[in-house]
């Protein structure tokens, strides 16, 4: 089992992806287990109130929980957070959550936690730690007093201020965001390829492609955008060609162009913030035992609720942009899926109408419910996500039966590799919704296909 160590203020989106795919052997360095220690004695010296119960939470029943991968990594940063010595917990505790994930069993948080109980879902991290509850263990859902069993793992009786702890922070939202960050990023290169088809089928001018046009606007983003264009364009002989026929610029080109660009910038205003806040310390209370000082409520999730609404402004403009291509497209080669087309118009409209930001507060008990306001951003952003890998498909299938038109005529070093792959999948390319999930579930193949002949796209 390969190692890995929690080092203070260490930890990347992408080492939490990493470590959330299978198990690793995670431990804490000579560091943390001093900050640690040091965290909880100062809190057994300065107790003044008597034990909170936290146990009074209903039993839930429920068929669908969260993925593996997504409950690992929510238990990673739980384990780190309380790691980083300001939380006021035994280091068994600690070592506990470790012991799970080194293990691979797998507290069961439901996917789609009903907003109407009030139900931390990290709550079901402590009832497995404790032995109850059910947890996923040798790919079976099973009652977790029976996993500890068969795993000789024993159960942790928490103590005062551990369950506090283990429920206050924000990474229930801040684990399935690194899930979704590393997914959202390939989805976005996908659509990049998908768009870069779309200009060889409309036969763009070379000038479109000119470094000019980024120095004259020189955000971040838009570099990012126009070096990707480059890379999968590099000598396509539909656009570098003296007989390219010069198609109209079309003002929708300039609208997409800028649209990309917002997404790169997202993206990394994204990973800025995320990465941040992984690394801080939102468990409630903080301890800081040089200043013998102790700070109760620290959570504040509307931060990272925030780039969700970002994200699926974005993600939901770039569907809706590139419909209008495919329209194009339809009428310049006379295409006519009507299943795929009425697939992504609704997909778009419903991602359109998922995109608007809740102007409606949730409250309980006259206070700003935090929880339920992460639950109910990631529920939607899962729905955005899975509806946007499925329009990327269908870009693909527009933006490749043009380009048969045109053959023998090659493609770019990129978009050929990809117009390639998606031939080799589902040729002949027909309103066939079988095939459409065939290349759909070989989109990650697709992107390493392309990146392994170009090198990594931004």
Not at 11 to 21: K, P, R
Not at 202 to 211: G, H, P
Not at 278 to 287: E, L, T, Y
Not at 421 to 448: A, C, G, M, T, V
């Amino acid at each position: 089992m390969e190692k890995f160590e929690f080092i203070p203020f260490g930890l990347s989106i992408e080492d939490v992806y990493i470590l959330s795919t299978k198990p690793y052997n995670i431990q804490l360095s000579q560091e943390l287990e001093k900050k640690i220690k040091e965290s909880r004695k100062l809190w057994k010296e300065t107790l003044r109130e008597k034990p909170r119960n936290h146990d009074n939470y209903d039993s839930v029943k429920f068929k669908n929980s969260l993925t593996p991968e997504e409950i690992r990594a929510i238990m990673i940063l739980q384990a780190y957070s309380l790691a980083l010595g300001y939380s006021g917990v035994r280091i068994e505790v600690v070592e506990k959550i470790l012991e799970f994930l080194r293990k691979n069993i797998i507290p069961l948080i439901p996917e789609n936690l009903s907003l109407k109980r009030n139900l931390n879902p990290l709550i079901f991290i402590v009832y497995a730690l404790k032995g109850k509850g059910e947890v996923l263990y040798k790919n079976k859902r099973m009652k977790t007093e029976k996993a500890l069993k068969e795993s000789n793992t024993k159960y942790i009786d928490l103590e005062e201020n551990e369950i506090l702890a283990l429920t206050s922070g924000t990474q229930y939202i801040a684990g399935i965001l690194s899930i979704y960050f590393i997914k959202i990023k390939k989805l976005g290169k996908l659509s990049e390829i998908a768009f870069a088809l779309f200009l060889e089928n409309l036969r763009i001018e070379e000038k479109l492609l000119n470094s000019f046009i980024y120095a004259l606007k020189p955000h971040l983003g838009l570099i990012k955008f126009y070096e990707n264009l480059r890379k999968l364009l590099k000598e396509s002989e539909f656009i570098f060609s003296s007989d390219n026929p010069k198609s109209q610029n079309l003002y929708i080109l300039n609208n997409l162009s800028q649209v990309f660009f917002i997404f790169h910038q997202t993206i990394d205003f994204m990973k800025n913030i995320l990465e941040t806040e992984i690394n801080s310390i939102s468990n409630s209370p903080i301890i800081i035992p040089k200043e013998k000082f102790i700070l109760y409520e620290n959570l504040y999730v509307e931060t990272l609720s925030h780039i969700i609404d970002y994200l699926s402004i974005v993600i939901a403009n770039l569907s809706y942009l590139l419909e209008k291509i495919i329209d194009i497209i339809k009428s310049k080669f006379e295409l006519d899926f009507p299943s795929l087309y009425a697939i992504y118009q609704n997909l778009s409209k419903e991602n359109k109408k998922l995109s608007k930001p809740s102007n409606k507060r949730i409250f309980c008990l006259n206070k700003y419910d935090f929880i339920k306001l992460e639950i109910k951003n990631i529920i939607k952003l899962k729905k955005i996500v899975k509806n946007w890998e499925k329009l990327i498909t269908i870009n693909f299938v527009y933006a490749t039966h043009g380009i048969d038109y045109y053959k023998p005529l090659k493609c770019g070093k990129g978009t050929e590799i990809a117009y390639q792959f998606i031939k080799s999948l589902i040729s002949p390319i027909k309103d066939n919704l079988h095939k459409i999930k065939i290349l759909e579930e070989n989109l990650d193949k697709l992107l390493r296909k392309v990146e392994e002949e170009i090198g990594e796209l931004f």
